[in-house]
């Protein structure tokens, strides 16, 4: 696949739609694991925590999972290279909902991986569309 078919992008306003609502949900998750905004417990604190469910060394563990949400969903506001920030995004969700939320069921009221899932069904859905209107990838798609 060359770089022309990883930007090609519709002028779909559905998918701005899904891929700005999308980044915008992942980002201050991202943030609370990387830097400790928004109530989070930051790089050494989800580092600890993910070591003590197994994902190891927590501290990479935590740098990947928050970078994908963090700079990941940022990709997606700006729908620059957003299908490998679908992939990404997609693939840091199927990690939690089998490695922390599948044990506790559907729902997100018991911490169950509901949440995990949509986003998980939102990145595949821009995996596949693109990023549609109103995005760089769609720029300089255009431009080249």
Do not use: C
């Not at 905004?37 to 990947?64: C, H, K, N, R, V």
């Not at 997609?90 to 169950?112: C, D, E, K, P």
């Amino acid at each position: 696949m060359n770089l022309m078919n990883l930007l090609h992008t519709d002028k779909s306003l559905s998918s701005l739609v899904l891929r700005v609502g999308l980044g915008l949900a992942l980002m201050p998750h991202g943030a609370q694991k990387l830097f400790g905004w928004f109530g989070g417990y930051g790089l050494e604190g989800t580092g600890q925590w993910m070591d003590s469910i197994g994902l190891q060394p927590g501290l990479l563990m935590a740098a990947l999972a928050g970078s994908a949400e963090f700079f990941g969903g940022l990709a997606l506001v700006l729908g620059l290279l957003t299908r490998p920030a679908a992939a990404l995004t997609a693939f840091t969700m199927l990690v939690a909902i089998f490695s922390v939320h599948s044990g506790n069921g559907f729902f997100m009221a018991n911490n169950g991986y509901e949440y995990g899932f949509v986003l998980l069904v939102a990145s595949l859905a821009l995996l596949i569309s693109g990023a549609g209107r109103f995005s760089l990838d769609g720029r300089l798609s255009h431009a080249a």
